[in-house]
């Protein structure tokens, strides 16, 4: 079958099959729902913090820059709800890759400020409830924002994670080397045809990139989870398609 078509396919079924059940308009669901439920851990590699359990038999590994507007939409109103259930009820495990690159390109330092403040938070134990706050909270992507101040303002909406040792990581930009080696981790996950990397937010799941032409599964709820059921429940299949 000629490459592409057969992802096509599936991602029609997909379209049809959430069509079926019903649109619903899209509303970000309650923030923090079990998130003590997930472990969260930094991988052997340094840059990739691993959240949910690690036997998960699915793994989805996503490329996010705390100033994209698109991760935001993802993570709020799109995909980031339903896999968020499937880390809960252990159907799948999240490799979160990053991102600062913005920063250069809108001017500021706000993404690089976040990606340091989010791996703080990950010392504590607090990168998932961390995570969704910065995200519920992001400025317009052409502000620089997510200044140190801001961070900790936002660090207090969650339960535990502000202290001497965070507040002094955030301001202090503790963990600097962290956020150059994710940019460059996010760099080299584009391979030879993108060397700046793959965009954001990008999806790979089991080891399979969603082509940047099916993107917008990515933001539309339903349809992402539809997609996880698909591939936990058929894995044979997932790993045949054509991308």
Same mark, same amino acid.
């Given at each position: 079958?000629?490459?592409?078509?057969?992802?096509?396919?599936?991602?029609?079924?997909?379209?049809?099959?959430?069509?079926?059940?019903?649109?619903?308009?899209?509303?970000?669901?309650?923030?923090?729902?079990?998130?003590?439920?997930?472990?969260?851990?930094?991988?052997?590699?340094?840059?990739?913090?691993?959240?949910?359990?690690?036997?998960?038999?699915?793994?989805?590994?996503?490329?996010?820059?705390?100033?994209?507007?698109?991760?935001?939409?993802?993570?709020?109103?799109?995909?980031?709800?339903?896999?968020?259930?499937?880390?809960?009820?252990?159907?799948?495990?999240?490799?979160?890759?990053?991102?600062?690159?913005?920063?250069?390109?809108?001017?500021?330092?706000?993404?690089?400020?976040?990606?340091?403040?989010?791996?703080?938070? /990950?010392?504590? =134990?607090?990168?998932?409830?961390?995570?969704?706050?910065?995200?519920? @909270?992001? !400025?317009? *992507?052409?502000? +620089?924002?997510?200044?140190?101040?801001?961070?900790?303002?936002?660090?207090?909406?969650?339960?535990?994670?502000?202290?001497?040792?965070?507040?002094?990581?955030?301001?202090?930009?503790?963990?600097?080397?962290?956020?150059?080696?994710?940019?460059?981790?996010?760099?080299?996950?584009?391979?030879?045809?993108?060397?700046?990397?793959?965009?954001?937010?990008?999806?790979?799941?089991?080891?399979?990139?969603?082509?940047?032409?099916?993107?917008?599964? /990515?933001?539309? =709820?339903?349809?992402?989870?539809?997609?996880?059921?698909?591939?936990? @429940?058929? !894995?044979? *299949?997932?790993? +045949?398609?054509?991308?």
């Amino acid at each position: 079958m000629v490459r592409g078509r057969r992802w096509a396919v599936l991602c029609a079924a997909v379209v049809l099959t959430v069509a079926g059940c019903g649109q619903r308009a899209a509303e970000a669901k309650p923030r923090f729902a079990n998130a003590g439920q997930l472990p969260e851990t930094l991988a052997e590699d340094g840059t990739t913090i691993v959240v949910g359990d690690p036997d998960a038999k699915m793994t989805v590994h996503l490329y996010e820059d705390p100033r994209c507007p698109y991760c935001e939409e993802f993570e709020t109103t799109g995909g980031a709800p339903g896999l968020r259930d499937a880390m809960i009820e252990r159907m799948a495990r999240t490799e979160y890759t990053m991102a600062s690159f913005l920063d250069a390109r809108l001017g500021g330092s706000g993404s690089k400020k976040a990606v340091n403040a989010l791996r703080a938070a /990950l010392e504590e =134990g607090k990168f998932v409830e961390y995570h969704e706050v910065l995200y519920a @909270n992001q !400025p317009e *992507e052409s502000v +620089d924002g997510f200044t140190d101040a801001r961070l900790l303002e936002l660090a207090g909406e969650v339960k535990g994670l502000r202290g001497p040792a965070f507040d002094a990581a955030v301001t202090s930009m503790k963990y600097r080397s962290f956020v150059t080696a994710s940019q460059k981790m996010y760099e080299r996950a584009g391979g030879a045809d993108d060397p700046d990397g793959p965009g954001t937010p990008t999806a790979v799941i089991n080891d399979k990139l969603i082509p940047a032409e099916y993107n917008g599964l /990515l933001l539309d =709820g339903d349809g992402f989870a539809e997609l996880l059921n698909r591939i936990y @429940n058929r !894995p044979g *299949e997932w790993e +045949d398609y054509d991308l």
